[in-house]
């Protein structure tokens, strides 16, 4: 038996056999023109890539749906990308050809986004690279890859590109293991859609003689089983029944109240990066949307998107949401989610630098058109507003004079909305929960941005690989930040939800039932085990100073 160790991306129990998918690295030698013949197969070769991209859209749109459809919309546009073009047009003016200048610029420019801090922007180094791969193919002539399943099977590789989770067979898929990966690569997101066990970022090659053993995923631990004994086999498949007939038990709460056994309410919603992704969190019985990542609008875009282009997509959000709040946050762009045309300056610290609302200050057009085309939204349903980064009672004061003049636009050119469509702040710097007594006066709720709360306050970044021995989530400081600014909230009769891991560890349910926390904002499939644990707690006997003391 082998053990390997990553990071889990859906908890469950997965046993089957083992499928180790190895793709194809090297660049063959061809005969290697001039300069100039080599760049006319580089434009040859992305003109073809561009056109199957765009056919692997339209696929994907009925196949998996247009969450995972955009991603290959975002292909084309980095297929044409100047900076990828630039980099293999110098690679073959210095003596490459254009299959290696293309794998070669592909790699650097993957290598860019694999360094950035952020999990979003890490995750997009797959794509350059499954781009540059496409490329590679149509300058050589080679056929894509495809991966097929005979049976149903465990699939482990270094990672899966889009291309490959568009064409799998997924009823043959029992989960995922990936060398590298993490939690929004398009593994993990497949993964928690399907809810699939699966585990990312083992760091270890999975040998090939594996390939057609039994393999055991682990989403509970981590911990990934090859060619496991008949004993450890056994108890595993033992725990697998009895955590399948809990999942399934979980099916009878879809309808049920979130409350405690002595019915203290507390809405559980889900966080999304689109409207498409709306569909996932209705399907897993989510009662709304705690965080709608508006961000993902502009960085799969090569220009600032439009009023219009906003309004369409939130209002395809409030519409499927119905009556069920909609809380779309406000653009989160900058420090590590870079969008090159929003031309940034480069920054010694970015984590501590220009980002969200930060942004707008400066240009305050940005703040401007994104308010209209969610205040335009706010007529299609039940949708308020967040703004990230919140520092300071000015900060939250400017955005509401934003705010008015939206109205004041929107009223003069008879255009319909909901006038007392609610403005809320993310509490996730230190700074705010200190001054959320003060906060509370101007903002109509807080949510509480567990991840970056939890990274500012410890002084610690939680993406360091280096330090997750040290990071203690459950530190006394940020739980008593958490404490501090519901009391806040409420004094002022305002509501407070909490998002982020925090929201979803279940060690913390009870914590938050004694703060009085109005509501958990989730990835969609924790709606129901969250349910189930928060209805077997007793308000009456839960102890916020038990976690804080």
Known sequence: MTEYCGKSVFEGIAIGKLKIV??????????????????????????????????????????????????????????????????????????????????????????????????????????????????????????????????????????????????????????????????????????????????????????????????????????????????????????????????????????????????????????????????????????????????????????????QKQYEEYSRAAKLLGDKLLIIRTMDVGADKQAAYFNLPHEENPALGLRSVRICFDRPEIMYTQLRAIYRASADGNVAVMVPMIIGVNEVRWVKEIAEKVRKDLKAEGVAFNEKMQIGIMIETPAAAVIADELAKEADFFSIGSNDLTQYTLAVDRQNQQLEKIVDVHHKSILRLIRYAAECAHREGKWIGVCGELARDLALTEFFVACKIDELSVSPPYVLPLREKLRSISADEASADAFTK
Not at 156 to 176: E, I, Q, R, W, Y
Not at 206 to 212: A, E, L, V
Not at 272 to 287: F, I, P, Q, W, Y
């Open 22 to 307: 190895r793709h194809d690295e090297s660049v063959s030698v061809i005969e290697q023109g001039t300069p100039a013949e080599e760049k006319e197969k580089f434009y040859a070769a992305r003109e073809k890539a561009v056109a199957e991209l765009n056919e692997l859209y339209e696929q994907a749109l009925s196949s998996v749906g247009e969450s995972e459809a955009e991603i290959f919309s975002m292909h084309a546009m980095m297929a044409e990308d100047a900076d990828l073009e630039d980099g293999v047009l110098a690679k073959i003016e210095a003596g490459e050809s254009a299959a290696r200048a293309a794998e070669e610029a592909g790699f650097e420019l993957s290598q860019m986004f694999i360094r950035m801090d952020d999990e979003y922007m890490k995750a997009r180094a797959v794509d350059v690279i499954d781009v540059s791969k496409r490329l590679c193919r149509y300058i050589l002539g080679k056929k894509e890859e495809k991966i097929e399943l005979n049976e149903p099977s465990i699939l482990a590789s270094s990672d899966f590109t889009p291309s490959d989770v568009v064409k799998l067979d997924k009823s043959k898929v029992l989960g995922f293991v990936t060398t590298f990966g993490s939690d929004n690569s398009h593994t993990a997101i497949l993964a928690r859609t399907l809810a699939l066990p699966s585990v990312v970022n083992i760091r270890d090659s999975i040998d090939f003689p594996f390939d057609g053993k039994t393999c055991i995923v682990d989403g509970f631990t981590g911990k990934v089983l090859v060619d496991p004994d008949e004993k450890t086999l056994s108890s595993y498949r033992s725990e697998k029944e009895k955590t399948d007939a809990q999942r399934a038990a979980r099916l009878a709460l879809i309808g049920k109240k979130s409350e405690t056994s002595d019915g203290q309410q507390m809405h559980i919603y889900c966080n999304v990066g689109n409207s498409e992704d709306v569909k996932t969190a209705l399907a897993n019985d989510g009662e709304g949307v705690g965080l709608f990542r508006s961000e993902f609008l502009y960085l799969e875009s090569n220009d600032f998107p439009s009023e």
